[in-house]
């Protein structure tokens, strides 16, 4: 009997051979393992024999049978790589030598304003933060002492979802939160928090050269003991000169924002016109750039923090605008148009 299972073998390895699809070696399986097939047959023949015999034959007839299920599943693996070949070798041949077709595509210059302002706090010991763009009331408002129905609530509309969420319409909406994530970090082991954290803003308001409904800001805040306007005036020159390279004149002058005091606006003179007034700067020959401030004791409180210890300072640079007077661009719209005839121009910074 044990001949015949090396038989068996030796023909199951013959006929093995010369499969070459999946089809071929299901047949063989059939003819082997299946219900009729020839070691399915050696297995009923076992009935005929002795006790002793079937103790023998059978351990002799289940190694033919693992063999021949190891070897068709040697086999499939081995089809399957041939096919996946055939359909590289029909590929088209990719040559990492040729060089890249610079005409494909390249970062939207707000993208590339962005790297580079948080590399340039990076350098400075800022953390990048990411917050969502759906915020609640509380967050965008409230936590920044604008109460319900207060007037000052009139500065920036929005736009609110079903669930009484909104869009975020500044990226001072992330404040609150930061503050709640470093202020036992402050308080227990005394490390400043410096924090920036850029973002998509959304307004419900008419669209003109230098206001888009969904544009990008930049928030910055620093909290520690002592930190004063003068650490707010250093940290904003470092940055604008590096962005523009070059000497920019700005100016600053009060501003009204209720989750700061004293605030101020940071106009920049407008690159576009050299201040002679246009319509990017609306004629003024300025553009509102960056608001700062002493963060209000209100803000502090909210985010956990004792404003009679601490004090910090925030901005919210219009980053969507710093782009316009970096490359030049007149109109803020285009900005958002997906022309790629425009955005195509900033490929220089890659
Ligand atoms: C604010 O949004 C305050 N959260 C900024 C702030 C932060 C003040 C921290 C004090 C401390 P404002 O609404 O002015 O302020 O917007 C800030 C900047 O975002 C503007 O100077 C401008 O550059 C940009 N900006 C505002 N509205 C638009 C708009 N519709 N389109 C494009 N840029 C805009």
Known sequence: MSEKTLELKQEFLESLKNVNSMDELENIRIAYLGKKGSVTELLKEMKNLSNEEKKTFGQKVNELKNEVLDKISQKTEELKQKELEKEFSLMPEFDISIPADLKRGSYHPITLAQRQCENIFKSMGFVVADYSEVVSDYECFEALNIPKHHPARDMQDTYYLENGQLLKSHTSAAQNAIYKKYKDALINEGKPIKAIFPGRC????????????????????????NISISNLIFFMKTMLSEVFQKDVKVRLRPGFFPFVEPGFELDINCLICGGEGCPSCKHSGWLELCPCGMIHPEVLKAGGIDPEEYTGFAFGLGLTRLVMMKYGVKDIRDLNSGSLKTLSQFTEDK
Not at 202 to 225: L, P, S
């Open 202 to 225: 959304f307004r419900n308001e008419a669209t003109d050269a230098n206001h888009e409904n969904t544009f990008f800001q930049m928030e910055g805040i620093m909290v520690d003991k």
